[in-house]
């Protein structure tokens, strides 16, 4: 690395992003770390976390499908009031990947107040979706979710000192869908990346 003038990116200083401490009903952990998923719509997961810019905090919540590690959808907000972060990512991916009431799907996060709130779970019932959260303060329990924000942070986003608010939305966007759903390629899917691994399995259901 010194020959070649290279030099490792360091490690940000880790932010808490959760707030489960609230009163609000906290779903049991369905889940249960069972990550290796065959068919595409069976199981979400997703998380929120903060990124910080030249005009403050702004908030990245994520969905993704764990049959193809694809983000299904994701949103960029200034506040994280649930009907600006879970809930428009949630309709997002619905409208995304077309899924119909009751089709068996699992949606899976940790305990914060926006996937807890009366707003998003009237949401998850009115589509017959199983709401699966992680144990409190375990964030292996939702580590796929986790997994993404480490890498996006570690590929893109700590790249720049301070990123500018007015440019960040690009950022994710050239990542996200330029890049990760499309050209990454993941040691989980046998090195396909997440739109071959889509397509692969979609297309054997329909065989």
């Keep these: 690395m010194y020959v070649l003038g290279l030099v490792a990116r360091p490690k940000r200083k ?5 707030d489960s401490g609230h009163a609000l009903s906290v779903s049991p952990n ?5 990550f ?24 990245l919540t994520v969905i993704l499908d764990l049959a193809d590690r694809a983000v299904v959808s994701w949103i960029l907000s200034q506040t994280m009031h649930a009907q600006c972060t879970v809930v428009p990512a949630f309709k997002q991916a619905i409208e995304r990947r077309r899924v119909r009431p009751h089709s068996g ?17 009237t949401i998850l019932a009115h589509y017959g979706i199983a709401q699966s959260m992680s144990r409190k303060g375990n964030c292996w329990d939702n580590a796929v979710a986790e997994s993404f924000f480490k890498t996006i942070k570690t590929e893109e986003l700590n790249r720049f000192k301070l990123i500018r608010a007015t440019q960040l939305n690009s950022l994710i966007f050239k990542y996200i869908e330029g890049w990760y759903n499309t050209q990454r390629i993941h040691s989980t899917l046998r090195g396909l990346t997440p739109w071959e691994a889509f397509y692969e399995k979609t297309s054997r259901l329909a065989a």
């Design 105 to 121: 799907l699992m949606f899976h996060s940790d305990r914060g107040v926006q996937y807890a709130c009366e707003d998003f779970r």
């Design 30 to 34: 369905l889940l249960d770390r069972n």
């Design 14 to 18: 880790y932010v808490h992003t959760t």
């Design 36 to 59: 290796d998923v065959e068919e595409v719509n069976t199981v979400w997961v997703s998380d929120i976390t903060y990124i910080l810019t030249d005009e403050g905090w702004r908030y």
